[in-house]
């Protein structure tokens, strides 16, 4: 009876030990990777050999990566030339409109000229500066719209962002993405460590 209970506890322990083995292996191997992508942040060297992965993917990629993401800015979100529609695009004419109520109201010239007139003067007032200031806007993105480099803006502004903090907002952004890799590492390993022990109990 007893060697009976003894065989089954050793069944069943051959039965669970290569599938749990294969989850832990699955789930680490994972871990590690993604761990990889960021650290080392430097580089080390062991007898003026650098050692392999270090540093980091990303560390290692960084420049390449930043440069990237300034060409996609410029050539696919923002131009040069769009920095400049800014100016053109600004609600000037409201703002034009509220100084201009401001300035008669205050003054003395509110008490002397009816309202009616006062709107009539603004709009020929406004009329011309919106088109002037139009103008001179056009003018302005026409000369500089060209000239703004704004990759090299882009990559000043990425260089200077410290590797901790691109760690920690990319991790905070894809932290659940990146927990189901892991656990997707530890059941493949759990299912390939069932497949090993069908393979040795059937064949």
Not at 40 to 61: N, S
Not at 116 to 136: C, F, P, S, T, Y
Request: charge should be positive; include cysteine.
């Amino acid at each position: 009876m007893m060697r009976a209970a003894r065989g089954c506890a050793v069944s069943a322990y051959e039965l669970l030990l290569p599938p749990l083995i294969g989850a832990l292996i699955g789930y680490l191997t994972n871990w590690v990777a993604i761990w990889m992508l960021f650290h080392p942040y430097r580089e080390y060297r062991v007898l003026g050999q650098r050692l392999p992965f270090t540093p980091g993917l990303i560390p290692r990629k960084r420049q390449q990566i930043v440069e990237s993401i300034a060409e996609t800015v410029e050539r696919e979100l923002l131009t040069s030339r769009d920095v400049f529609a800014v100016f053109r695009n600004h609600n000037l004419e409201e703002h034009l409109r509220r100084a201009f109520d401001n300035v008669a109201q205050n003054t003395l010239v509110a008490r002397f000229l009816p309202w009616e007139v006062l709107q009539r003067l603004k709009g020929i007032i406004l009329g011309d500066v919106m088109a002037r200031l139009n103008d001179h806007i056009e003018r302005l993105i026409d000369r500089l719209g060209d000239r703004v480099d704004v990759k090299a803006l882009i990559l000043k502004r990425l260089e200077d962002v410290d590797f901790h903090d691109v760690e920690r907002i990319i991790m905070s952004v894809a932290a659940t993405q990146l927990r189901y890799i892991t656990y997707f590492g530890g059941l493949l390993g759990f299912l390939i460590g069932c497949a090993q022990v069908g393979m040795q109990y059937l064949f």
